[in-house]
């Protein structure tokens, strides 16, 4: 005998909760969820450590569902890339509503929640980091314009001056450069995966900076983020805001960061038999820049805080 | 998409669909458990706070006054 389920909802035949939670995009939430944390631990006072967790949870739960309604919205794009055709959504395993809800839920309740446990100052600014990823990113600039990812790249920046107006309750010269700091990283790191799959980002029409411009002015462009970039982490040593540790640190990783940039910001891909391994060795190397920056941010607070 | 067939289900097709309607109730009982949790938390961690403050308001200069220190 075999019984048909009610056919009366949008219910989805076979998302399992795995689905829904590959729809936050965990891997982005990670750096999300440690660089909240960072801002967090590096800013001036001290904050009760349910506070924190509710805070940094607040952020993650906010990643997750401006994730999630950018993979609703963009769910046939991804359809049409090798790097995102496994996603829920084109794979078929969920509706789409469900996803778009989802989203919706899991934003609504992180600022609500992020007001009522922390603060309405972080809540504002992480409701205006959801709406600019799902929103100014996702619909606006990214099918619009190349310089989709340098201003939609501000998206990714607001984490850790959240963590930090967590804190403090109100905003500094310091969370500004934390965000300008994840701002500024944002263009070479993104551009440096999207020259090893350019392809895919032509095939369903994103003017992404290799697709728009070529690759030559990309790498240049690389380059030129990549020369800012090095300066402005050193600010907040320059302004007495961070100590030695960090500035140091910063320093080393920075000129790091640049030589990379350099090798592919002056090379030339040799065509279609090049595997592209300056391009995949800055991306690497990227994102662990960003994970040790703001690790040697946070021990330069614990070193100072034991030193005084 | 997924197919919302008109079609009833094999008894295969139907045991998969329960099991992963099964796990998304578990996931969400988890979820939710986890919420009341961390409300109960931030209220308790509120309540504290509100509470010395209040003391602290009561009695502004207890400790910095030099009969608190003399006593």
Known sequence: MTIAPAQTSFTPLDADWRDFFALTKPRVMTLVIFTGLCGLLAAPGHLDPVLAFTAILCIAVGAGGAAALNQWWEADIDAGMKRTRHRPLPAGKMERTSARDFGFALSGGAVMVMGLAIGWLAAAILALSIFYYAWIYTVWLKPRTPQNIVIGGGAGAFPPMIGWIAVTGHITLMPVLLFLIIFMWTPPHFWALALFVQTDYAKVGIPMMPVVAGERATRHQILGYAALLLPLTLVPWWLGFAGEVYGLSALALGLMFLALSAWVGLRRSSGAGDTMKPEKRLFAYSILYLFVLFAMLVVDRVVASYGA | ?71
């Open chain 2, 1 to 71: 998409m997924t197919d919302f067939r008109s079609q009833p289900l094999s008894p295969a097709e139907l045991a998969a669909f329960r099991a992963r309607q099964k796990s998304r109730s578990r996931a969400l009982a988890v979820v939710l458990l986890a919420l009341v949790v961390l409300f109960f938390a931030i209220t308790i961690v509120k309540i504290r706070n509100q509470s010395a403050m209040r003391a602290a308001a009561s009695h502004p200069a207890a400790s910095a006054s030099p009969l608190a220190e003399g006593k």
